[in-house]
């Protein structure tokens, strides 16, 4: 682990995994339209969202995608981690209220890059509402080491 509780790549192999789960808030919809930008009424506007095939409000999809990012920065493989690419499938609406469980699992190691890739499923009462994978590089206490030689 490195000095932020992250694991180090040195610690990551095949099949770990990790979970975050984030109930998603009226607050959360507000705000994520202010900072993105994204002001879809589908999102932020009940009369006109009940006329869609949703049949009311749905939360952004890249609001619901981030509960992702807070299993890896926080679970796997933590403090540290740096995201360098994400793929999303958008499987089934998330509404105001509904709990986003991420699980995030280990599927490949570079242990000379320092990187990962990780299958990034986010699911509601247990139906998948999002699935991917993500590439991610970490820490590594080689490396670390190796600059403590050098200096």
Do not use: W
């Not at 507000?30 to 993105?36: I, K, N, P, R």
């Not at 958008?90 to 490949?108: E, I, W």
């Not at 990962?116 to 590594?140: F, N, Q, Y």
């Amino acid at each position: 682990m490195n000095d932020q509780y992250g694991h180090d790549i040195e610690d990551l192999h095949v099949g770990m995994s990790a979970s975050f789960a984030k109930t998603v808030t009226e607050a959360d919809i507000v705000l994520f339209a202010g900072v993105s930008g994204d002001n879809n009424a589908v999102h932020t506007n009940e009369e006109f969202a009940r006329t869609t095939p949703f049949g009311g409000r749905i939360a952004h999809g890249f609001l619901t995608a981030s509960v992702i990012s807070g299993a890896v920065a926080n679970r796997l493989p933590g403090p540290g981690t740096i995201y360098l690419g994400q793929q999303l499938r958008f499987r089934a609406p998330v509404r105001p209220g509904d709990t986003v469980h991420a699980t995030v699992t280990v599927k490949s190691v570079d242990l000379a890059k320092a990187r990962a890739v990780l299958d990034t499923v986010c699911r509601v009462d247990g139906k998948v509402v999002i699935d991917g994978e993500a590439t991610v590089m970490t820490t590594s206490i080689a490396k670390r080491q190796a600059q403590q030689v050098a200096a």
